[in-house]
């Protein structure tokens, strides 16, 4: 059965990186964006507890994605 709206399931860090960073990362930058499956890694960092930070010079992409400084 589906929701009919996207959801993180989990989270693998490759290598040294540790997931919670790599969450709080993605989280901090998805933040600004409207897309569904940013709400979705949004959704998953709150509910993981992990941090994030504020994102500057945030741009959307079309078709490519989402960049910025933090």
Same mark, same amino acid.
């Given at each position: ?11 693998? =860090?490759? /290598?040294?990186?540790?997931?919670? !960073? *790599?969450?709080?990362y +993605?989280?901090?930058?998805?933040? =600004?964006? /409207?897309h569904?499956?940013?709400? !979705? *890694?949004?959704?998953? +960092?709150?509910?993981?507890g992990? =941090? ?5 010079a ?13």
């Amino acid at each position: 059965m589906t929701e009919g709206k996207p959801r993180v399931q989990k989270v693998v =860090a490759l /290598e040294s990186a540790q997931e919670s !960073a *790599i969450l709080g990362y +993605a989280a901090s930058l998805e933040g =600004a964006s /409207e897309h569904p499956l940013a709400q !979705a *890694i949004t959704t998953y +960092a709150k509910e993981a507890g992990a =941090a994030t930070s504020q994102v500057e010079a945030f741009d959307s992409v079309p078709g490519k994605g989402v960049t910025g400084k933090g």
